[in-house]
């Protein structure tokens, strides 16, 4: 049972970091995407732009019904920033923007994985992309944070 409350926490942290602080990246990995899409796999604009909108909302729509509806909801599980943290070394911002970025990822390989029989998608292009436009807006919304909170205070 320690497992699942384990990533039920991560799951949840990494949800709330990504409607709190990182709340940019889905914004910034729609076009950085759409981009990649159009620049290596060469689709239409049309396309890129249709495909690069719904992998982002299908992986944002199912990572917040699973936290919210899975683990908050159903399983009631709550989020208990101090119970073991002291065992547990921080993590810094571009830790939980990779973390983040890696769950959207393998959240639009589902996507890509899914939907290939309906579109005929080159799936190993596609989880390239899915992967090196998280990766880079990883560090994008990292830099941006970064210049956000020096600014800000």
Known sequence: ????KTLGDFLLSAWLWNVTFDWIHIFLNLFVMFFLLKLI???TMI????VSLFAQLFAFLVFT???VGLIVYILDLDYEPGGFADELPLINVMHANL???SIYAVLQTGFFLYFRPLSGFRVLGYIVIACM????TAVLSYWLIRVFMRYSL
């Open 99 to 101: 973390f983040l970025a």
């Open 133 to 136: 436009s998280n990766g880079l």
């Open 65 to 67: 019904g699973l936290v």
């Open 1 to 4: 049972m320690y497992i699942f």
């Open 47 to 50: 396309r890129s732009l249709i």
């Open 41 to 43: 796999i060469r689709e």
